[in-house]
């Protein structure tokens, strides 16, 4: 097992659109701050705010944890909330069942799934209907 060098716990409310993207951007702020390449800070970047952003739109809270190590950072938010019916579905570019409400904030384009995805190494998104849904996503890192 690699050694941890760094691991942060962050709690996500749902419909707080106040303080959405807070998590996001503190997330961004610590691994700039340990000097990531800022290829893997945008990356982490973007996931975190989608994660964040699909538990602030469909979920009720989540913890988001930030894992970094030697080899990889990964990033699981786990959530408590309606979870997801059909996850392959969900994962479609430009499936949203975002309300017109959410749309007029900007958001429900469908795309954060694809992109969470698209920029990650390795991403597994696991659900129960009526509990939750817990999305692990990780980054490799070149160890040189
Ligand atoms: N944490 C979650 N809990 C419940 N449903 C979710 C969650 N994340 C995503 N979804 C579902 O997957 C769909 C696609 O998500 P996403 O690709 O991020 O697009 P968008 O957020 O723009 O709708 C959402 O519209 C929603 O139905
Ligand atoms: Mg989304």
Redesign the pocket.
Same mark, same amino acid.
């Given at each position: 097992m690699a050694e941890v060098l760094l691991q942060r716990k962050f709690q996500v409310r749902g419909l707080d659109f106040d303080k959405a993207g807070d998590t996001s951007a503190e997330v961004k702020a610590i691994l700039t701050d340990v000097g990531l390449d800022p290829d893997v800070v945008l990356r982490a970047g973007v996931i975190s705010f989608?994660?964040e952003?699909?538990?602030v739109?469909?979920?009720v809270r989540?913890t988001l944890i930030l894992t970094l190590t030697e080899e990889a950072l990964s990033i699981v938010?786990d959530?408590e909330?309606? @979870?997801?019916p059909d996850i392959e579905?969900?994962?479609q570019?430009g499936?949203?069942?975002?309300s017109d409400e959410?749309r007029e904030m900007g958001?429900?384009?469908?795309?954060?799934?694809?992109?969470?995805k698209k920029n990650s190494d390795e991403f597994v998104l696991e659900?129960q209907i009526g509990r @939750?849904?817990r999305?692990c996503s990780m980054i490799e890192l070149d160890s040189r």
């Open positions: 989608e994660a952003m699909n538990v739109m469909y979920a989540a938010v959530d909330g309606p @979870g997801i579905m969900a994962m570019e499936y949203s069942t975002a959410m958001f429900g384009y469908g795309m954060g799934l694809p992109n969470i659900s @939750g849904t999305l």
